[in-house]
């Protein structure tokens, strides 16, 4: 993997929950392999709580060869939302806000020859038992062929590079000791956060 | 700078060798062939070979 290319506002339900305006086209940014975590049963994953408040983004992750999805999993693009939201309220990027050790969880990458139609198959945040997230890639409003193209025109795709597809509505807080459970078809993993 | 392009480059094959083997494994051939992961493995492997043929 040479990087992480990650969507922000490629949900409209996100978008009207977040109370910004809605951008052209969902905005990029990327997270470097040393941010990239993946977990399995039973995990757990430190993170830097002492940074203030950490916000879960649910999201699809695509695997990429020949600029074609080769696989495909489920995540957490983390961010550090007080951070965030102060560095936009001054106008500075945000990057820092988003880059850390172990911002960018990821289940393992399935085939997509092991989803029936994994565009249109749900996938779930629950916390502690109790669904946060919920949607299906058909929701977004870029196709995942559409997003390929449109990150093509913007960074140099490499071969295994992952892309986040952003993230629906509900997103939240974590809090140390949470349980974390991810389903996206074949891929049903818990962890924890401390 | 030559030298870090050509580490890039070896980086980058390795990568993709990477992928195709778990492409095989998985038989993960819904978007590329068998025949066509071989093929691109071969012409990897290839490019591979003729970095280190230069120092023999």
Same mark, same amino acid.
């Given at each position: 993997?040479?990087?992480?290319?990650?969507?922000?506002?490629?949900?409209?339900?996100?978008?009207?929950?977040?109370?910004?305006?809605?951008?052209?086209?969902?905005?990029?940014?990327?997270?470097?392999?040393? @941010?990239?975590? #993946?977990?399995?049963?039973?995990?757990?994953?430190?993170?830097? !709580?002492?940074?203030?408040?950490?916000?879960? #983004?649910? +999201?699809?992750?695509?695997?990429?060869? &020949?600029?074609?999805?080769?696989?495909?999993?489920?995540?957490?693009?983390?961010?550090?939302?007080?951070?965030?939201? @102060?560095?936009? +309220? &001054?106008?500075?990027?945000?990057?820092?806000? &988003?880059?850390?050790?172990?911002?960018?969880?990821? @289940?393992?990458?399935?085939?997509?020859?092991?989803?029936?139609? !994994?565009? #249109?198959?749900?996938?779930?945040?629950?916390?502690?038992?109790?669904?946060?997230?919920?949607?299906?890639?058909?929701?977004?409003?870029?196709?995942?062929?559409?997003?390929?193209?449109?990150?093509?025109?913007?960074?140099?795709?490499?071969?295994?590079?992952?892309?986040?597809?952003?993230?629906? @509505?509900?997103?939240?807080?974590?809090?140390?000791?949470?349980?974390?459970?991810?389903?996206?078809?074949?891929?049903?993993?818990?962890? &924890?956060?401390? | 700078?030559?030298?870090?392009?050509?580490?890039?480059?070896?980086?980058?094959?390795?990568?993709?060798?990477?992928?195709?083997?778990?492409?095989?494994?998985?038989?993960?051939?819904?978007?590329?062939?068998?025949?066509?992961?071989?093929?691109?493995?071969?012409?990897?492997?290839?490019?591979?070979?003729?970095?280190?043929?230069?120092?023999?």
């Amino acid at each position: 993997m040479d990087k992480i290319i990650c969507l922000g506002k490629n949900y409209a339900d996100h978008i009207m929950e977040m109370k910004e305006g809605t951008p052209e086209l969902p905005v990029l940014f990327l997270k470097p392999q040393s @941010s990239f975590i #993946e977990v399995k049963n039973g995990s757990t994953v430190n993170l830097p !709580w002492e940074r203030g408040e950490i916000h879960h #983004e649910c +999201e699809v992750i695509l695997k990429l060869y &020949k600029k074609m999805v080769i696989g495909v999993g489920i995540g957490l693009d983390l961010t550090l939302r007080d951070l965030q939201k @102060s560095l936009k +309220e &001054k106008g500075h990027p945000w990057e820092v806000a &988003k880059v850390f050790k172990n911002s960018a969880i990821s @289940s393992p990458i399935y085939g997509v020859k092991d989803f029936n139609n !994994w565009i #249109e198959t749900p996938f779930q945040l629950f916390i502690n038992g109790q669904l946060k997230q919920e949607s299906k890639v058909s929701n977004a409003r870029l196709t995942p062929n559409e997003t390929i193209h449109y990150i093509d025109r913007h960074f140099p795709l490499c071969d295994g590079d992952l892309i986040f597809t952003g993230t629906p @509505s509900g997103v939240g807080p974590l809090k140390p000791n949470d349980e974390i459970r991810l389903v996206f078809g074949p891929v049903d993993i818990s962890f &924890k956060v401390i | 700078m030559e030298k870090f392009r050509i580490q890039h480059d070896i980086k980058n094959i390795l990568e993709r060798l990477k992928i195709m083997m778990t492409m095989l494994t998985e038989e993960n051939f819904d978007v590329f062939s068998k025949e066509e992961i071989l093929k691109d493995a071969d012409e990897d492997l290839e490019k591979l070979k003729e970095f280190f043929n230069k120092y023999q």
